[in-house]
């Protein structure tokens, strides 16, 4: 094992705890925006899509395979944030209700 | 621009993830929270295109433009009540796009002879394999939920033999890729019995459980994304994928308990498969509901003090959300309290219930989650159930024969009347038997949600 795997480990634990830490509260109220929110977020294979498709000398299966990746990693990112964004337009603060 | 600076900015993207799920602990920021995550994204791709070496922009920026507008378009058309599928695809997609990294991946490694390291190689299994099982199981769900498919679990004799088998296809494929074989057609295979296995899982649970499948291949394209970080050394999808892996894993168990079944019961149980048909035969046995009508309800609810309704994937799929809420408005006028029970699994994904109401504008603080409304039920005059069917079946607290029994439900049967809106006797997509209709304090009006509720409202203004 490289220094770089453990180090890389090390983030992945961290980065587990942290996510568990910060979705526990998350009120029910807000658990469709969390996962539609959380769906925009792994569009971030978007990233890795993009190098893969744009490595130098790339053949072309890399190319066509390459490509669509950063097909569905765009789809999953712009429309991940615009369904959240839609969700969460719905929360917009209102005035309290009048009581009767 | 240099690693150092990319990792750096990376860094920074990281940070508006995390915030982004902060934000969310409340309804006031969570949508700066998200419009600060898609800015943070958008950091990313750009300091991912600016990165040395790249090429091939024609390509990337045709297909940027291709998933933008299938994105946009598909985000901005969807109906709110059609969220659920549109989530599911959206995960699906994401999925797909690991798995397709993957393979280009093991393609690019594995003409230099064994240089391809067992670090690589694993990553490269485990992307391959989650992604494809979160792409075909996604778009499963999406059938489901969009009813393309039936909603019913699937089943056939020795389906679980037939799953278990292609999982260990995939699986031996995965192991022969680490033990050294080279060549795509194993990534390829691989990643034709992950897809396999991806349709043959979802196919056996059934329309009510989709919120717990959902949430789970939100979580494996989370992890899906932490391996594809791994086979990249990109720290900024290690991080991401983490967090979207650690929330759909939380969610799902949440899920999981409140409807007090096992994950494993979830997932294997093909639940209501078995009771398919107990509906009518129930009838047959002597038992007798009520009918009521529009206007009957309306006089109730009228000259009541005290009314709950009680939303379910009815009240969804007849879009009904701003009725209610209208109804809810003409009964508030009368002096009426209004309140809101919503059962933490109603719908057909976590939260779903809230969502819509908000969408009608339904003020927050006459939503009452199960905890809440439970003990205001006794006081209760009216409670209305809209759409809802087994998140109010009392069998769950005295039938142990009941496949939902110990599943915490709204207590409506405590409640002075109950009316149940539902467009027919048949059990939901649990398909359970209900007692509940046949109590003598229940009446049922058979008709859809929104009808209904457009019916009641024109008479409440005649009363």
């Given at each position: 094992?490289?220094?770089?795997?453990?180090?890389?480990?090390?983030?992945?634990?961290?980065?587990?705890?942290?996510?568990?830490?910060?979705?526990?509260?998350?009120?029910?109220?807000?658990?469709?925006?969390?996962?539609?929110?959380?769906?925009?977020?792994?569009?971030?294979?978007?990233?890795?899509?993009?190098?893969?498709?744009?490595?130098?000398?790339?053949?072309?299966?890399?190319?066509?395979?390459?490509?669509?990746?950063?097909?569905?990693?765009?789809?999953?990112?712009v429309?991940?944030?615009?369904?959240?964004?839609?969700?969460?337009?719905?929360?917009?603060?209102?005035?309290?209700?009048?009581?009767? | 621009?240099?690693?150092?600076?990319?990792?750096?900015?990376?860094l920074?993207?990281?940070?508006?993830?995390?915030?982004?799920?902060?934000?969310?602990?409340?309804?006031?920021?969570?949508?700066?929270?998200?419009?600060?995550?898609?800015?943070?994204?958008?950091l990313?791709?750009?300091?991912t295109?600016?990165?040395?070496?790249?090429?091939?922009?024609?390509?990337?920026?045709?297909?940027?433009?291709?998933?933008?507008?299938?994105?946009?378009?598909?985000?901005?058309?969807?109906?709110?009540?059609?969220?659920?599928?549109?989530?599911?695809?959206?995960?699906?997609?994401?999925?797909?796009?690991?798995?397709?990294?993957?393979?280009?991946e093991?393609?690019?490694?594995?003409?230099?002879?064994?240089?391809?390291?067992?670090?690589?190689?694993i990553?490269?299994?485990?992307?391959?394999?989650?992604?494809?099982?979160?792409?075909?199981?996604?778009?499963?769900?999406?059938?489901?939920?969009?009813?393309?498919?039936?909603?019913?679990?699937?089943?056939?004799?020795?389906?679980?033999?037939?799953?278990?088998?292609?999982?260990?296809?995939a699986?031996?494929?995965?192991?022969?890729?680490?033990?050294?074989?080279?060549?795509?057609?194993?990534?390829?295979?691989?990643?034709?019995?992950?897809?396999?296995?991806?349709?043959?899982?979802?196919?056996?649970?059934?329309?009510?459980?989709?919120?717990?499948?959902?949430?789970?291949?939100?979580?494996?394209?989370?992890?899906?994304?932490?391996a594809?970080?791994?086979?990249?050394?990109?720290?900024?999808?290690?991080?991401?994928?983490?967090?979207?892996?650690?929330?759909?894993?939380?969610?799902?168990?949440?899920?999981?308990?409140?409807?007090?079944?096992?994950?494993?019961?979830v997932?294997?149980?093909?639940?209501?498969?078995?009771?398919?048909?107990?509906?009518?035969?129930?009838?047959?046995?002597?038992?007798?509901v009520?009918?009521t009508?529009?206007?009957?309800?309306?006089?109730?609810?009228?000259?009541?003090?005290?009314?709950?309704?009680?939303?379910?994937?009815?009240?969804?799929v007849?879009?009904?959300?701003?009725?209610?809420?209208?109804?809810?408005?003409q009964?508030?006028?009368?002096?009426?309290?209004?309140?809101y029970?919503?059962?933490?699994?109603?719908?057909?994904?976590?939260?779903?219930m809230?969502?819509?109401?908000?969408?009608?504008?339904?003020?927050?603080?006459?939503?009452?989650?199960?905890?809440?409304?439970?003990?205001?039920?006794?006081?209760?005059?009216?409670v209305?159930?809209?759409?809802?069917?087994?998140?109010?079946?009392?069998?769950?607290?005295?039938?142990?024969?009941?496949?939902?029994?110990?599943?915490?439900?709204?207590?409506?049967?405590?409640?002075?009347?109950?009316?149940?809106?539902?467009?027919?006797?048949?059990?939901?997509?649990?398909?359970?038997?209900?007692?509940?209709?046949?109590?003598?304090?229940?009446?049922?009006?058979?008709?859809?949600a929104?009808?209904?509720?457009?019916?009641?409202?024109?008479?409440?203004?005649?009363?």
């Open positions: 094992m490289n220094e770089t795997l453990v180090f890389e480990l090390t983030i992945l634990v961290l980065a587990i705890f942290l996510g568990i830490e910060v979705i526990s509260k998350v009120p029910t109220m807000l658990h469709t925006p969390l996962m539609s929110g959380t769906n925009a977020i792994h569009g971030i294979v978007l990233v890795g899509a993009i190098l893969v498709a744009g490595r130098a000398g790339a053949d072309t299966l890399t190319l066509v395979v390459g490509f669509f990746a950063v097909v569905l990693g765009t789809a999953n990112v429309g991940g944030f615009v369904v959240t964004d839609r969700m969460l337009e719905m929360f917009k603060q209102r005035r309290p209700r009048k009581t009767e | 621009m240099s690693r150092t600076t990319t990792d750096l900015l990376y920074v993207t990281i940070v508006t993830f995390i915030l982004a799920l902060r934000f969310l602990s409340s309804p006031k920021r969570a949508r700066q929270g998200n419009l600060l995550g898609a800015a943070g994204m958008a990313a791709i750009a300091v295109l600016l990165q040395e070496g790249l090429e091939n922009f024609v390509w990337i920026g045709i297909a940027m433009a291709i998933g933008a507008v299938i994105g946009v378009v598909g985000a901005r058309s969807v109906k709110m009540t059609a969220m659920p599928q549109m989530v599911a695809l959206f995960n699906g997609v994401g999925g797909g796009a690991v798995a397709l990294i993957a393979l280009a093991f393609h690019n490694l594995t003409p230099l002879p064994g240089e391809l390291s067992a670090e690589e190689s990553t490269i299994l485990l992307s391959a394999l989650i992604g494809s099982i979160s792409f075909s199981g996604s778009l499963v769900a999406f059938a489901k939920l969009q009813e393309l498919l039936s909603g019913r679990p699937i089943v056939y004799p020795g389906q679980q033999f037939v799953n278990a088998g292609v999982l260990l296809t699986l031996v494929l995965g192991g022969l890729i680490v033990a050294g074989a080279e060549g795509d057609l194993f990534v390829v295979a691989l990643i034709v019995a992950a897809l396999a296995f991806g349709v043959l899982f979802v196919l056996p649970i059934g329309g009510a459980d989709m919120p717990v499948v959902i949430s789970l291949l939100n979580a494996f394209t989370g992890v899906a994304a932490s594809a970080g791994f086979l990249l050394h990109n720290d900024v999808l290690i991080v991401a994928g983490a967090l979207v892996g650690a929330s759909g894993t939380l969610l799902t168990l949440m899920m999981g308990r409140a409807m007090n079944r096992s994950i494993g019961n997932l294997f149980g093909a639940f209501g498969s078995v009771q398919a048909g107990a509906g009518p035969a129930a009838l047959e046995d002597g038992r007798s009520r009918a009508t529009a206007e009957d309800l309306a006089i109730m609810l009228g000259y009541a003090r005290k009314v709950v309704f009680v939303p379910g994937y009815g009240l969804a007849a879009q009904a959300q701003h009725d209610v809420r209208a109804v809810a408005e009964l508030e006028a009368k002096g009426v309290d209004v309140l029970g919503i059962h933490p699994v109603a719908g057909r994904m976590p939260g779903h809230n969502v819509l109401l908000a969408e009608a504008n339904v003020p927050y603080d006459q939503l009452k989650e199960m905890d809440e409304i439970n003990p205001e039920l006794p006081q209760t005059d009216v209305v159930v809209l759409g809802a069917n087994d998140v109010v079946n009392p069998a769950a607290r005295s039938d142990p024969g009941s496949p939902i029994y110990g599943m915490p439900i709204i207590d409506v049967d405590r409640a002075a009347t109950v009316v149940v809106v539902k467009r027919s006797l048949s059990p939901g997509f649990a398909g359970i038997d209900n007692p509940l209709f046949y109590e003598p304090k229940t009446s049922m009006l058979f008709a859809d929104k009808k209904a509720l457009e019916d009641v409202g024109a008479a409440l203004k005649t009363l």
